[in-house]
């Protein structure tokens, strides 16, 4: 039975900061370990990916860089990454590091691949050279565990062992529902703070995407007038009805589309009376 503290470190290992998509910045973090092992900035990345790595983090936007998918991290890591900083990697990016990472990319000197014989779902293998230098390393089974760190002959760490023979579950003891609620109830709030510090991180990154046009723009469509968004409207309502619902409360967070608040509040109305809600 897992102990009060062991939970908390628990949580406090999935509970990351992180600036962006987390495996992008498991990527830039891994390159920034290699390259701090080779002491210099590389003159040639090899990056080699679990499947699952490889597509999560191709398609995604890194900030700060006006940039998608992999190259701009890896160069990024390479050039400004710090290891210290974990999934924040990249925190000290800044305009001209990007363009001296677009230079980087221009050079043809990183190159990225599927490793089909990776031994885990969340796998990053990076070897980093200069002249006759090289430096490697690999993240492996979560996105901030350094499980190998080697430059030339000198061998820093090597704990890949522990991944074979054990599957990505083995890592975590099963929790009843009694801990749990134990724990929730009995932790003191000053130990949880960080899960406070994760939330305000989280509110202030959606609050940023309302204003730009970021990916998808989910959360700009969620947050619209009836009618005017995703929701389906009509089979929500229906749904209420069968259920026994006796009122449905439409809240809308914020004005969008330009319009005021009043202006919302009358284009849900004529929607809900165009399909004949009452």
């Keep these: 039975e897992m102990t009060q503290n062991e939970i908390l470190a628990l949580i406090k290992r999935e509970v990351v900061p992180a600036i962006g998509c987390t495996e992008p910045m498991c990527v830039a973090l891994c390159v920034a370990h290699a390259t701090e092992a080779l002491g210099g900035e590389p003159e040639s990345i090899q990056v080699g990916l679990s499947a699952n790595v490889l597509k999560n983090a191709m398609g995604v936007g890194i900030p700060g860089t006006g940039m998608v998918g992999l190259p701009i991290a890896i160069a990024l890591g390479a050039l400004v990454g710090k290891s210290s900083y974990k999934l924040e990697v990249l925190h000290d990016c800044t305009p001209e590091a990007v ?34 230098r090289r430096a490697e390393a690999i993240i492996a089974r979560e996105h901030t565990r350094l499980v190998y760190l080697c430059c030339d002959n000198n061998l ?48 202030n990154a959606a609050q940023e995407a309302l204003k730009g046009n970021y990916g998808h723009e989910l959360g700009k469509t969620l947050s619209r007038p009836l009618g005017k968004g995703m929701q389906d409207v009509p089979s929500i309502i229906d749904a209420a009805h069968k259920a026994g619902s006796k009122w449905l409360v439409v809240e809308q967070d914020e004005p969008s589309m330009g319009l005021a608040p009043m202006e919302c509040i009358t284009v849900s109305m004529e929607y809900l009376k165009s399909i004949g809600a009452k």
């Design 156 to 203: 820093m760490l090597d704990e890949r062992s522990a991944l074979h023979g054990a599957t990505e579950g083995d890592s975590h003891t099963d929790l009843t529902l009694r801990q749990v609620f134990d724990f929730a109830t009995t932790t003191p709030l000053e130990e949880l703070e960080f899960i406070n510090e994760a939330r305000a991180l989280n509110e």
């Design 99 to 132: 363009e001296r990472g677009k230079k980087l990319i221009a050079q043809g000197c990183i190159n990225i691949t599927l490793d089909k014989e990776a031994c885990d779902n969340l796998y990053v293998d990076v070897v980093c050279k200069k002249g006759n």
